[in-house]
């Protein structure tokens, strides 16, 4: 593990207070406040119209996505404020090209890409989506016999996952809409039918008010735009005032103060995966005094977990942040690769550790969408086996049950 | 075993008096802020099937609230369509009934203002109703009105529709004008005259009211600059007040207007839409006309309160809808200045907003340079007004708390039981939205009493069925008021 990387035990929010929810539908909206942000980063938003783009990552790979906006951060190194003139600047730049009339796409190059010195447009959750897809992406690193030549040779590619836009989840654009924004307001946690969608932070109150809109045009898992589907009306509320103690004016505007705390509290308590979690996270891009870092969770299959990028200022404080929900299957997927990495793609030994049997791991690997992998002679052999020994499994427990 | 019999009896009585009586203030409550307009929080379409429901299950339960409603002083929009829907079902059977029935209608109609009767009457048509009363209610409004000629100018369209579909006894020249105009080389009414000689005469375009002569000095590409300075004369007050922005931009000098003769919410959402530099270098002056505003409003209908201290809500939802643009703001604003303007030592408290100025104004501060935004804190303005010890607390608000949700309803209850034996406050919810999902406005919570708020001029007579809102009344008694207050509304428009 490179200095680059590294594996933390909780995401912190510091400088960061939750403000009680607004609740529309199924969707409920937490709003994040800081109340002494920093004036030397700010971040906008530069809209891609085409239909979708192409981003080279290396001369060899490609990424290609619906990308509807990019985010430009503009920073100073010296503490100032960045100033509005800059950032009007920074939307005339040349970025990428466009193809195409009919079905029109956007060629741009790297995830985050420095554009002057003191601008970076980097492309929000595309770089945390990256990092998801990439994982692994070489492919085995030793020649065992079950991997099909097409992995040995290209690695994993093409790899892919499906996620679903905002605008696809019930009641969420009316919710953003309707949403009453804050003053001192940086960021928002996305809750669907009272799981964690999605969590968003900025550096400054004036860029979240500019940048409020693109969490509609921003991505979710399946599992949310599921959540979305079946989502009712949750009203929770904490504890309400103490009647008792109350005796005076002053009594009640220290209960009032209380309920404002439990709010607070109540909403730490709603999203443990981001609190609670440990996460690996990889720097994406250094840029003094920030660093863009993307990271995900520990990928426990039994839990839910959330891929994601933020900037962090030298300070520690944090400065942007941008998560996805994994669904179950995705989370699968990302688990079933890491831990054959671990083994060296072994599956003999990969099998061991998950505690099953090879053909059963052949057969999870199958089911997860990985059956391109291996040779297709090596899967039809675990599909035999595994068919023929449940088969005699089954007749053996009838007997075993006859005799007791 | 009698005994249990006839306490149960009490008990479904009891039961069945106080939903009935939920019902009617529900639908009052409704009357009073519903406007078929979209809403911040839902669509017009929504808004309308939810309205329409509660009018026809009203009629059809109680046909005597439903007609008295039409005296209680509730909005425009709900009187044209209960005089709509009370015409579609007919006369009653009952010969009192009916008489005050057709009273009621025919005092409502001549309150409300014509362009809204005649789309009234356009809709019977598209209702398809036209029974004998309907008839007899279009000829007599129609008689009723002092210049026909100038009607069926203005309104030329919509009376045709009326007349053809209400068979119409019509004077030759007002039917060859609304049927047969091009054949017509000339009228004896000169207006008629006017309408038909503007067709090729721009002359003639400025003898003819606002509305009708902009189609004509748009068929004679009249430029914009001087068909407004030739037609001023012919304006109304209300379109020389909407002519205000668009001829500043135009270069022209305004159309005079006395701004204290507009009403007071309809000046106060005028004044909220001004450009911010320009309310701050008029401020004095509009300050003062929304004052004169108050003081007319208060004359015509007065309000009689005790110390009385307003919470008032700017935050983001109150901007409303782009048809209903900036009112609930604007009723805010307007029942500042109508209690600064009734009650002695009033304070004004706003939740906080972006701007972070203007947490608490008294009469003499120029609310109306308030900036809306920003989320829905109702606790700490709350507890400054209770600080403030006051008797009477009114909430302005849409209802949808979130900076935290139910803290209103939780400080009024533990205020209620826990402190008012020291000093007693009655707490009031002013809604000025309709929320169909609830068929009335959105309440705070059950100890805080909900009335529906259009107009603040309406403040007062919706003050008038806040006790049966909060239940201490009976629905014998709410009839009985609302009894009362039809027989005094059909003696004025009758004497």
Redesign the interface.
Same mark, same amino acid.
């Given at each position: 593990m490179t200095d680059r990387q590294k594996t933390s035990s909780g995401m912190r929010l510091n400088g960061l207070t939750l403000? !009680? !929810?607004?609740?529309l539908g199924g969707v409920r909206l937490v !709003?994040l406040i800081r109340s002494g942000h920093r004036e030397d980063l700010r971040l906008s938003p530069r809209v891609y119209s085409e239909e979708f783009a192409f981003v080279e990552i290396d001369p060899k790979t490609v990424y290609t996505s619906y990308v509807p906006h990019g985010l430009v951060a503009n920073w100073t190194t010296d503490g100032g404020a960045v100033y509005g003139s800059q950032m009007a600047l920074a939307a005339k730049k040349k970025d990428g090209k466009s193809y195409g009339r009919f079905m029109t796409a956007r060629g741009l190059r790297k995830m985050a890409r420095r554009e002057g010195k003191t601008q970076l447009r980097f492309l929000p959750l595309h770089v945390a989506m990256e990092g998801l897809l990439a994982l692994h992406f070489g492919g085995p690193d030793i020649a065992w016999t079950e991997y099909s030549t097409a992995v040995m040779r290209t690695g994993l590619s093409p790899r892919s996952e499906t996620v679903v836009p905002g605008d696809q989840i019930a009641g969420l654009d009316d919710a953003l809409r $309707?949403f009453?924004?804050?003053?001192n307001q940086v960021g928002m946690l996305v809750f669907v039918s009272e799981s964690l969608a999605s969590a968003f932070v900025v550096p400054h109150p004036d860029d979240y008010t500019a940048l409020h809109h693109t969490l509609i045009t921003d991505f979710y898992g399946e599992l949310i735009w599921q959540f979305g589907c079946y989502a009712t009306e949750n009203v929770m509320?904490p504890e309400?005032?103490n009647?008792q103690s109350?005796?005076?004016?002053a009594d $009640? =505007?220290r209960?009032?103060d209380a $309920? =404002?705390r439990r709010?607070n509290r109540f909403n730490t308590m709603m999203s443990p995966a981001l609190f609670d979690r440990a996460y690996h996270s990889e720097r994406v891009y250094r840029f003094k005094p920030f660093s863009l870092e993307r990271f995900v969770t520990d990928l426990d299959p039994s839990a839910e977990n959330h891929i994601g990028e933020a900037i962090y200022a030298d300070d520690g404080t944090l400065q942007y942040l941008k998560t996805y929900r994994l669904s179950s299957a995705q989370t699968r997927r990302a688990y079933l690769l890491s831990q054959l990495a671990g083994q060296d793609w072994d599956l003999e030994r990969c099998a061991e550790t998950l505690d099953c049997r090879k053909n059963e791991l052949i057969l999870r690997l199958e089911n997860a969408g990985f059956g391109y992998l291996l040779h297709q002679h090596v899967l039809d052999e675990a599909r035999a086996t595994e068919k023929k020994r449940l088969k005699s499994g089954l007749s053996g427990v009838s007997r075993a049950d006859l005799l007791s | 075993m009698k005994n249990a019999s006839q306490s149960r009896d009490e008990i479904y009585a009891a039961q069945k008096e106080a939903s009935e009586r939920e019902d009617l203030v529900m639908f009052i409550n409704a009357c009073f802020a519903a406007t078929g307009q979209a809403e911040y929080y839902c669509s017009r379409s929504y808004g309308r099937v939810s309205i329409d429901f509660l009018h026809s299950y009203v009629l059809a339960n109680y046909r005597r609230v439903y007609r008295r409603v039409l005296a209680a002083g509730v909005n425009d929009f709900n009187r044209a369509r209960i005089v709509l829907k009370l015409l579609a079902a007919g006369a009653p059977p009952d010969k009192a009934d009916r008489e005050e029935e057709g009273k009621l209608i025919s005092a409502t109609l001549h309150s409300l203002p014509a362009n809204r009767v005649f789309t009234l009457f356009t809709r019977l048509r598209e209702a398809k109703i036209n029974n004998r009363r309907s008839r007899a209610v279009v000829r007599d409004y129609l008689k009723w009105r002092s210049s026909p000629a100038f009607d069926a100018v203005k309104y030329r369209s919509k009376v045709r529709i009326v007349a053809r579909h209400t068979h119409q006894d019509l004077d030759p020249e007002t039917g060859a004008f609304l049927f047969a105009l091009k054949e017509q080389k000339q009228f004896e009414t000169p207006l008629f005259d006017s309408f038909l000689r503007a067709h090729y005469s721009k002359q003639a375009v400025y003898e003819l009211p606002y509305s009708v002569a902009e189609g004509f000095a748009a068929r004679h590409q009249i430029p914009r600059l001087e068909f407004l300075r030739k037609i001023e004369p012919r304006m109304t007050h209300s379109e020389r007040q909407r002519a205000q922005s668009s001829a500043e931009r135009l270069g022209k000098e305004k159309p005079k207007v006395d701004l204290a003769r507009t009403p007071l919410t309809k000046l106060a959402m005028y004044v909220i839409g001004l450009p911010i530099e320009q309310q701050r270098r008029r401020a004095a002056e509009l300050h003062d006309a929304l004052r004169a505003a108050a003081a007319r409003a208060l004359r015509k209908r007065p309000l009689s309160l005790g110390r009385t201290a307003a919470v008032l809500d700017r935050s983001r939802s109150t901007w409303g809808s782009r048809e209903r643009r900036r009112r609930p703001l604007a009723v805010a604003v307007a029942v500042h200045y109508l209690l600064a303007a009734s009650g002695n030592g009033m304070q004004s408290f706003w939740t906080p907003s972006r701007s972070g100025d203007l947490e608490s104004a008294t009469a003499e501060d120029h609310v109306f340079l308030v900036e809306a935004g920003g989320q829905t804190d109702l606790a700490t303005p709350l507890l400054a007004a209770i600080e403030y010890q006051v008797d009477n607390v009114i909430i302005v608000s849409d209802g949808y708390e979130n900076a935290p949700a139910d803290a209103a309803r939780q400080i009024v209850h533990a205020y209620q039981t826990r402190l008012s034996q020291t000093h007693p406050i009655a707490f009031l919810h002013a809604n000025p939205v309709f929320d169909p999902d609830h068929f009335s406005p959105k309440p705070l919570g059950s100890p805080l009493t909900t009335i529906g708020l259009r107009d603040a001029e309406d403040l007062g007579a919706s003050l008038g069925f806040a006790k049966f809102s909060s239940g201490e009344a009976s629905q014998t008694q709410l009839e009985a008021y609302l009894g009362m207050l039809a027989t005094v509304f059909i003696g004025v428009s009758h004497d």
């Open positions: 403000a !009680p !929810p607004q609740v !709003p $309707l009453e924004i804050h003053e509320f309400p005032i009647m109350i005796e005076s004016i $009640l =505007r209960e009032v $309920l =404002r709010w | -």
